[in-house]
């Protein structure tokens, strides 16, 4: 059993500052410091860049959280950087971090080295981007083995480009969101090996990071256990505000909701978890030339014979409602994935119907961020199943089938800045004039998995909520947790900006 459900509600959810297991980067370590060199220390060629932090780091098979480091801003030249930062460049155009790491004894083949860093990603930033992180593993020599990054050149960075809305950036303040990276390396052999973190291009208020370290132990299938299952969570509303007077034109969808002020759009990020044992996969065939939706199966996994190699030939599929093509974002979205809806909450009851709802239908997902980076080394590789693209071609090739998906241990997010990631603050008369709600406390009820659709491990954390005040252009998260409502709380969720000052 996966322990990243039970470990992330015991410490109250994805609150980045849990317990944490730090107490032992160094055998012998003095009180007080962070950096000590008691152990064998990998070496890199003389012509060495200067680091902004070099902490020597005495591996286990449980698990090392390590002190949270601060990168600085980087120079014009290196945020211009289009492909690939180096790590000569350390110390002269961008902040990078060494960490030598000295591996137990008594290794066993199949054993696995894995270096990962959580760090904060607003969604915009004054350098209009979102954070490159690189994390490269090297042996003892300085031969770079391995790298874990988001690649300017990949589709997966198209994506993650930010959207910038007309009313420009947002608050230094804003860093709710997450974003990890994480590097593997297969039967290491060496006693030493050197992990750097490179932070080519950040801005206020991404500039933290937090790494983490741990030896695998070799993979054994469970060939006698049944079908791995996903567990879809909510990442209920976070990042709240008013879209300013005009400032959603060219952003959203003008067919949906058409007339509704732009200042009456209560905007928000959002998205969704996999907390299971198992991968969310969904597949469907490509549309047909004019086609506007079609039906679309879930594939469950059987544990795979080999480490995170999921085969075809040990899964099952079944019937997962329906499918698609978004003409806005050109791509295929799931339909049943999740909805929004706007509850008034007055006196601690709510609403019986909705006030209004967001007008974003399906998605396709992404492995964005970890599940539980704080207390659990159980994800799956970053891609292991995530969406393959969700268009059904690229460029002169054309899919057979499409494929949605989060990895194990994976979850997606969109920002408030995402076409449609609102509800309407208003109610829409008979007449088609829009009248604004009033000022007071409101529910966001989020769910996934609508109608039950999708096969997973529990339907009873399928739902969670924001509740949130208004007072005039100004709105504040006073809770977040899952269930319907806060007397129906299941589990708390951290809060997130903007809060409520206490009353």
């Known amino acids: 059993?996966?322990?990243?459900?039970?470990?992330?509600?015991?410490?109250?959810?994805?609150?980045?500052?849990?317990?944490?297991?730090?107490?032992?980067?160094?055998?012998?370590?003095?009180?007080?410091?962070l950096i000590a060199a008691v152990a064998p220390t990998a070496s890199l060629p003389t012509d060495e860049p200067e680091y902004a932090a070099t902490t020597t780091v005495e591996v286990d098979r449980e698990g090392i959280y390590l002190p949270t480091q601060t990168a600085k801003e980087p120079s014009d030249t290196a945020v211009a950087e289009a492909v690939r930062p180096s790590i000569a460049r350390c110390g002269t155009d961008y902040d990078c971090f060494r960490y030598d790491l000295v591996l137990p004894g008594g290794r066993r083949s199949g054993e696995r080295l894995r270096f990962g860093i959580d760090y904060r990603q607003a969604f915009l930033e004054r350098k209009g981007g979102r954070p490159r992180y690189d994390v490269v593993l090297l042996d003892a020599d300085g031969t770079e083995l391995t790298r874990a990054a988001w690649s300017w050149e990949t589709r997966e960075l198209q994506r993650a480009a930010p959207v910038t809305p007309p009313w420009g950036d947002p608050p230094v303040s804003l860093a709710d969101s997450h974003g990890h990276l994480e590097a593997f390396l297969?039967?290491?052999?060496?006693?030493?090996?050197?992990?750097?973190?490179?932070?080519?291009?950040?801005?206020?208020?991404?500039?933290?990071f937090?790494?983490?370290?741990?030896?695998?132990?070799?993979?054994?299938?469970?060939?006698?256990?049944?079908?791995?299952?996903?567990?879809?969570?909510?990442?209920?509303?976070?990042?709240?505000?008013?879209?300013?007077?005009?400032?959603?034109?060219?952003?959203?969808?003008?067919e949906q909701n058409a007339g509704l002020p732009c200042d009456l759009r209560l905007r928000f990020s959002y998205g969704y978890r996999n907390a299971g044992e198992g991968p969310l996969r969904i597949e469907f065939e490509p549309l047909a030339d004019g086609g506007i939706e079609g039906d679309a199966v879930?594939?469950?996994?059987?544990?795979?014979?080999?480490?995170?190699?999921?085969?075809?030939?040990?899964?099952?599929?079944?019937?997962?409602?329906?499918?698609?093509?978004?003409?806005?974002?050109?791509h295929y979205h799931y339909d049943p994935m999740y909805s929004v809806e706007l509850y008034t909450y007055e006196d601690?009851?709510?609403?019986?119907?909705?006030?209004?709802?967001?007008?974003?239908?399906?998605?396709?997902?992404?492995?964005?961020?970890?599940?539980?980076?704080?207390?659990?080394?159980?994800?799956?590789?970053?891609?292991?199943?995530?969406?393959?693209?969700?268009?059904?071609?690229?460029?002169?090739?054309?899919?057979?089938?499409?494929?949605?998906?989060?990895?194990?241990?994976?979850?997606?997010?969109?920002?408030?800045?995402?076409?449609?990631?609102?509800?309407?603050?208003?109610?829409?008369?008979?007449?088609?004039?829009?009248?604004?709600?009033?000022?007071g406390e409101y529910l966001l009820v989020q769910r996934v998995n609508i109608d039950h659709a999708l096969l997973e491990q529990?339907?009873?954390?399928?739902?969670?909520?924001?509740?949130?005040?208004?007072?005039?252009?100004?709105?504040c998260i006073i809770e977040r947790g899952l269930g319907e409502s806060p007397l129906e709380r299941t589990a708390a969720e951290p809060l997130a900006w903007p809060t409520c000052r206490p009353a």
């Not at 239908?361 to 539980?372: A, L, Q």
């Open 348 to 439: 601690g009851t709510r609403s019986r119907e909705p006030v209004s709802e967001t007008p974003k239908v399906g998605n396709c997902g992404h492995d964005w961020f970890m599940t539980d980076f704080a207390t659990s080394f159980e994800q799956d590789p970053r891609g292991a199943q995530d969406s393959d693209g969700c268009v059904g071609e690229s460029g002169s090739l054309r899919f057979d089938r499409v494929a949605i998906g989060l990895s194990a241990g994976w979850g997606d997010t969109y920002s408030y800045a995402t076409g449609d990631s609102y509800v309407p603050f208003a109610t829409q008369g008979a007449d088609g004039t829009w009248q604004r709600l009033e000022d």
């Open 298 to 330: 879930q594939r469950l996994f059987w544990p795979p014979s080999q480490r995170d190699e999921y085969e075809l030939e040990r899964s099952v599929t079944r019937e997962a409602g329906t499918y698609h093509l978004h003409e806005g974002h050109q």
């Open 210 to 254: 937090q790494a983490r370290v741990k030896l695998d132990p070799p993979y054994r299938s469970s060939n006698g256990r049944g079908l791995l299952l996903p567990d879809l969570e909510p990442l209920v509303p976070y990042e709240l505000m008013l879209n300013p007077v005009d400032g959603c034109v060219g952003l959203d969808d003008p």
């Open 186 to 208: 297969d039967d290491p052999t060496d006693p030493t090996y050197v992990a750097v973190v490179i932070a080519s291009s950040i801005s206020s208020p991404n500039r933290g």
């Open 458 to 475: 529990d339907v009873t954390d399928n739902v969670g909520y924001t509740h949130l005040r208004v007072d005039g252009s100004t709105v």
């Open 1 to 33: 059993m996966r322990t990243a459900k039970s470990s992330r509600r015991a410490n109250g959810g994805t609150d980045p500052t849990p317990r944490r297991r730090t107490t032992r980067i160094l055998a012998g370590l003095a009180a007080g410091s």
